[in-house]
């Protein structure tokens, strides 16, 4: 039930520094715009915002806060019947 800025600094405590295969992903709290602004220019889908506060839930909540560019598509179809 810890928030997820505690969680993360016990994450990064815990995973080693060289560990090719497992890596830390730091955050930034700040320039949210510009981040997503980047993300575009490189081609992506767009970012996921996380409220710093919320606890842990499994799945998607309503803590997180998708910035998804306009018109962007990845290739998949998919089909219905």
């Known amino acids: 039930q810890l928030p997820l800025i505690e969680r993360k600094e016990r994450l990064q405590k815990l995973i080693p520094q060289q560990t090719p295969r497992l890596q830390y992903v730091s955050y930034i709290e700040t320039e949210g715009e510009a981040m997503f602004k980047q993300a575009v220019a490189m081609g992506m889908e767009g970012i996921i915002g996380k ?22 598509h990845d290739g998949w179809n998919r089909v219905t019947s």
Request: glycine share 14%; net charge positive.
């Open 51 to 72: 409220r710093a506060d919320s606890a842990y839930k499994g799945g998607r909540s309503r803590d997180w806060l998708k910035a998804k560019r306009a018109g962007y």
